[in-house]
């Protein structure tokens, strides 16, 4: 197949979606499928509707493609455009969270799943990183989804149970965030929670500061007024190997993010033995069970990620049972191949619905 592949600003962005969107174009690739990555523009959000009107994009995404995949991220830049890209020229969406699932005000909310409920409208198909997210975009509209999990093994953890098993037991007890330092991963409530124990434990927060410095220098600030100075240390971004050494030494993740389509750092962690704290905001449940390999916390509680930190800080034996059940659990996940030979297999049946039948609707595929 000849592939275009829109997403914002190419694909070296750190976070989870863009990783995800690499090893698509990877695994496609290697399947002997061409693609072209059509790097948008990345302005911001009203901005972005203005991409419409634009004919050079339009004509990039009209090229000779069997078919054209785009990061849902994209959506203000596209739901027009994609109205006049016709049935001769079927559209794929790659969802990893809908922005309108994020906890915003109402009028905000509002606005962006209109937005969104419209550009879904306009495409044949959706690769979704959790069955949570596929139920997010056909609660909005009538179309096919696949869910092609993304797999955790970006670091290749080479970890066994004897090593997990011993760093249960080590001192200092080390807490990792791992994410970019944006409002949305509310590391701030993360820092609350340490603030309340006595002493805090070791927190290393790895992450890109770049992305909304405004929001690091807050984080920064408020390290200093809850005075942990001496217990938190904030690297920035890091190479994958640092990153590795990070999550190799860790206790516990704890990532406590307003909202994750999927949360691809939680099984990260979990490849290294390392338990995740999680919210319940999103797909993170589809793989940490509570208190079996990982725990669970509602979003912007403090108090809940401080009584899991603790109890774990104080129950090796406890923590030693999470870390090797997350072990497990990551063991058990689908492979890259695995879940992107369902991905190619869900697009290569959009392209030859809409080629065999270009004015009926593709919604006879049946849902992944």
């Known amino acids: 197949m000849k592939i275009g592949f829109a997403v914002y600003g190419g694909l070296d962005n ?13 695994q496609l690739r290697a399947r002997g499928d061409t693609v072209e990555v059509i790097d948008l523009p ?38 027009r455009i994609n109205h ?40 044949d ?26 797999a955790g093994d970006r670091f290749e953890p080479d970890v066994d149970r004897a090593t997990v098993r011993e760093r249960a037991r080590t001192d200092p007890f080390h807490v990792l965030f791992l994410g970019n330092l944006v409002p949305r991963k509310n590391v701030e409530t993360l820092l609350r929670a340490v603030a309340g124990l006595s002493p805090p434990p070791e927190v290393t927060i790895v992450g890109d500061e770049t992305v909304e410095p405004d929001y690091t ?28 050494a990070h999550l190799a030494r860790a206790h516990l993740l704890v990532v406590p993010s307003e909202y994750e389509g999927f949360g691809i750092v939680y099984l990260e962690a979990m490849g290294f033995g390392v338990p995740p704290v999680a919210t319940t905001a999103g797909g993170a449940s589809e793989f940490v069970t509570d208190g079996e390999n990982g725990r669970l916390v509602p979003p912007d509680d403090p108090k809940a990620i401080a009584r899991v930190v603790e109890s774990l800080r104080t129950d090796r ?7 090797l059940a997350a072990l497990d659990r990551y063991a058990e996940h689908p492979t890259w191949e695995e879940s992107m030979a369902g991905a190619r297999e869900f697009v290569a049946a959009v392209a030859e619905s809409n080629q065999s039948a270009p004015a009926a609707s593709s919604g006879g595929l049946v849902d992944g």
């Open 317 to 323: 034996d406890r923590l030693e049972r999470l870390s």
């Open 84 to 123: 006049r890209l016709g049935r001769a020229r079927p559209v794929v969406s790659v969802v990893h969270h809908l922005t309108s699932s994020e906890a915003r005000g109402s009028l905000a909310q509002g606005l962006y799943r209109q937005v969104e409920r419209a550009y879904l409208a306009t495409v």
């Open 14 to 26: 750190t976070s989870g979606g863009f990783h995800y969107d690499r090893r698509l174009v990877e």
């Open 42 to 79: 990345w302005p911001s959000y009203p901005r972005q509707f203005l991409h419409n009107a634009r004919p050079s994009i339009h004509r990039r995404l009209a090229g000779d493609f069997d078919v054209v995949l785009q990061d849902e991220l994209c959506h203000p830049s596209l739901f």
């Open 125 to 150: 198909g959706a690769i979704c990183n959790s069955a949570t997210t596929a139920a997010s975009v056909t609660a909005l509209a009538d179309v096919p989804t696949q869910v092609a999990p993304p």
């Open 217 to 244: 220098r807050r984080l920064r600030a408020a390290i200093d007024e809850l005075g942990l100075d001496a217990a938190v240390t904030l690297t920035g971004r890091l190479p994958d190997d640092a990153v590795a």
